[in-house]
């Protein structure tokens, strides 16, 4: 909410100005769809960021990385609306505008590639959803590092797409690895250890432990627990 007003502010200070920056309008009004996104207000969103596309090809000279961002919000937002293939094809548009404009290694190219596997995921290509993860992945410990946090929550997405290929040894493997750098980065306790740590229950469970499941799910649960107490 902290987030929505002020890119509100933003956005109501570029159009009441006598002559409104349409770049910096755009900006704003993807900010703001972003923040829309976050809160689930989808319609919203949905509206500002096709505004956005619509203000941005109007401008001169192009903004390449104001494009990227536009398409990347909006790909999210299909993506978590269901609209699969719509959303697909606007991450692709976005990677193809990076890798154009950067090495084809880059973290922003791994970001998209990452986008594109969960996009995958949920139209059910999950051969492609595990190849865009392992791509992402490659990338991402190369350039940042085994411990990078980029990389867990890609590890965390590649565990989910094997899971669901019923690759459970896999997903397990990704899972521990989410767990143990998110472990180290954040500490033991922290909220974000809990998530990876239920996608590792799940994948012990899919295995056939189903006690090591509960003894995991238990501890993610007091992790929650201690970090929003009632």
């Given at each position: 909410?902290?987030?929505e007003?002020?890119?509100?502010?933003?956005?109501?200070?570029?159009?009441?100005?006598?002559?409104p920056?349409?770049r910096?309008?755009?900006?704003?009004a993807?900010?703001l769809?972003e923040a829309h996104?976050?809160?689930?207000r989808?319609?919203?969103?949905?509206?500002?960021?096709?505004?956005?596309l619509?203000?941005l090809?109007?401008?001169?000279?192009?903004?390449?990385?104001?494009?990227?961002?536009?398409?990347?919000?909006?790909g999210?937002?299909?993506?978590e609306q269901?609209?699969?293939?719509?959303?697909r094809r606007?991450?692709?548009?976005?990677?193809?505008?990076?890798?154009?404009?950067?090495?084809?290694?880059?973290?922003?190219?791994?970001?998209?590639?990452?986008?594109?596997?969960?996009?995958?995921?949920?139209?059910?290509?999950?051969?492609g959803?595990r190849a865009?993860?392992?791509?992402?992945?490659?990338?991402?410990?190369?350039?940042?590092?085994?411990d990078?946090?980029q990389?867990?929550?890609?590890?965390?997405q590649?565990?989910?797409?094997?899971?669901?290929?019923g690759d459970?040894?896999?997903?397990r493997?990704?899972?521990?690895?989410a767990v143990?750098?998110?472990?180290?980065?954040f500490?033991?306790?922290?909220?974000f250890?809990?998530?990876a740590?239920m996608?590792l229950?799940?994948?012990?469970r899919?295995?056939?432990?189903?006690?090591g499941?509960r003894?995991?799910?238990?501890?993610?649960?007091?992790?929650?627990?201690?970090?929003?107490?009632?």
């Amino acid at each position: 909410p902290a987030a929505e007003s002020l890119f509100v502010r933003a956005l109501a200070l570029e159009q009441a100005a006598r002559r409104p920056d349409a770049r910096a309008e755009t900006e704003a009004a993807s900010g703001l769809a972003e923040a829309h996104r976050v809160l689930r207000r989808f319609r919203t969103a949905d509206s500002l960021t096709a505004a956005a596309l619509r203000r941005l090809s109007i401008l001169s000279p192009p903004d390449t990385s104001l494009e990227v961002q536009v398409r990347t919000t909006r790909g999210n937002l299909l993506a978590e609306q269901g609209r699969a293939d719509e959303a697909r094809r606007e991450l692709d548009r976005a990677r193809e505008l990076v890798a154009a404009g950067m090495r084809p290694d880059s973290i922003g190219v791994s970001v998209l590639l990452r986008d594109l596997g969960r996009v995958a995921i949920l139209s059910g290509d999950l051969a492609g959803a595990r190849a865009h993860l392992a791509h992402a992945a490659a990338i991402q410990e190369r350039l940042l590092g085994p411990d990078s946090p980029q990389l867990a929550t890609t590890l965390y997405q590649a565990s989910f797409a094997a899971a669901e290929a019923g690759d459970f040894i896999a997903a397990r493997r990704d899972a521990e690895r989410a767990v143990s750098i998110r472990e180290r980065t954040f500490g033991r306790d922290h909220p974000f250890v809990a998530f990876a740590l239920m996608r590792l229950a799940g994948a012990m469970r899919d295995l056939g432990d189903p006690a090591g499941a509960r003894e995991v799910l238990e501890r993610a649960v007091a992790i929650q627990r201690a970090a929003d107490p009632p």
